[in-house]
């Protein structure tokens, strides 16, 4: 059994190896490969995720400075993980806390990413062959000690009822809201099309509403989004969704702003269609505010400027997160720390 200080040194290794593959033939590879099993993923959003993981969640001064917070924990169980396949690699921080925490991990891995996180893991332990037996793919995860899955809403409904006699972390669909105040400079509204745009739109810390100050310039947000044409239009799967509700909206006479690849609708629901953003309204900062506590529970993250009881993440970062950002603000380490 590894100790923390092997576990630690370990993935900050891991993190040094995803760092030196940026732009290699080898990083390539794994999006081609990737993209064999989910069209979604492709090679530019899958280098952008190993990239993601490896400055925000692996960098040796972050990791530690996180893991040091958390005691050992003290009784090494049997975690049975239920990935998603949204986005590349979308499973990786649950196994990171798993096994940097000391744990077994039980991997129930998506049929839309059964490459990727397989990838990195066998790249840890290329790094740290002890790190073998507390690895395991699995197809059913009846054997585990505690769950964490992450699903649609409906899926988390069977997942309360099948995990209820044992410790669980059960995540549903969220979606993330960008705050504008109509102040923001044009890198910031670049910054939010990433937020917006990247990994298509299908994970749960994409931007998919906005709360705009009435008379907002939606020309000016446009124009700064130009850069993210090619890759929208040149996706198939995301261009057809984006004809369909575009031929949606025209069918009913629903009023919106449209680019060619991005439609833009008044709507007061938080989760918007692919290749569609809602956006609401607002007079005065503390309406937005209000918009934002009220749906709390649905949204994952906050995008725009730091304000009391507003926005966290800066824009464009929303793709980056940190290794102590917890998904559905559930703090993983403690929960696994007090198995």
Not at 181 to 202: A, S
Not at 288 to 308: E, F, K, N, W
Request: aromatic residues 12%.
């Amino acid at each position: 059994m590894l100790n923390k200080t092997a576990r630690f040194q370990a993935f900050a290794s891991l993190g040094h190896e995803l760092t030196k593959l940026k732009n290699s033939e080898e990083l390539g590879e794994w999006g081609y490969r990737s993209q064999s099993f989910n069209s979604w993923f492709t090679p530019e959003n899958v280098a952008h995720a190993v990239g993601a993981i490896a400055s925000g969640m692996l960098d040796p001064d972050r990791l530690k400075a996180w893991l040091d917070r958390y005691p050992e924990a003290s009784s090494p169980a049997k975690i049975g993980v239920i990935m998603a396949g949204n986005i590349p690699a979308a499973g990786f921080h649950d196994a990171l806390c798993v096994l940097i925490s000391g744990h077994t991990l039980l991997a129930k891995l998506s049929s839309g990413d059964a490459f990727l996180t397989r990838k990195i893991l066998e790249t840890l332990t290329g790094i740290e062959p002890r790190f073998k037996p507390q690895i395991h793919f699995v197809e059913r995860v009846n054997e585990a000690d505690a769950y964490i899955a992450t699903g649609s809403n409906n899926s988390a409904r069977y997942f309360e009822y099948y995990f209820a006699k044992k410790p669980h972390i059960i995540r549903k669909n969220r979606v993330s809201v960008a705050l504008l105040t109509g102040k923001e400079t044009d890198e910031e509204l670049k910054g939010l099309g990433e937020d917006m745009l990247r990994y298509y739109g299908l994970g749960c810390r994409n931007v998919a509403k906005l709360l705009v100050p009435e008379g907002y310039d939606f020309d000016r947000l446009y124009t700064n989004l130009s850069g993210f044409s090619s890759y929208c239009l040149h996706h198939h799967k995301y261009f057809n969704n984006y004809e369909y509700n575009k031929s949606i909206a025209l069918i009913n006479g629903v009023p919106h702003y449209d680019n060619g690849f991005l439609l833009l609708e008044a709507n007061p629901a938080i989760v918007s269609p692919l290749s569609v953003v809602y956006y609401q309204t607002y007079r005065e900062l503390p309406e937005a505010l209000d918009y934002i506590r009220s749906h709390r529970d649905q949204i994952q993250c906050i995008t725009g400027p730091a304000m009391p009881g507003g926005p966290t993440v800066p824009f464009g970062q929303a793709q980056h997160p940190a290794v102590d950002d917890y998904a559905d603000g559930v703090d993983t380490m403690a929960f696994l720390g007090n198995l």
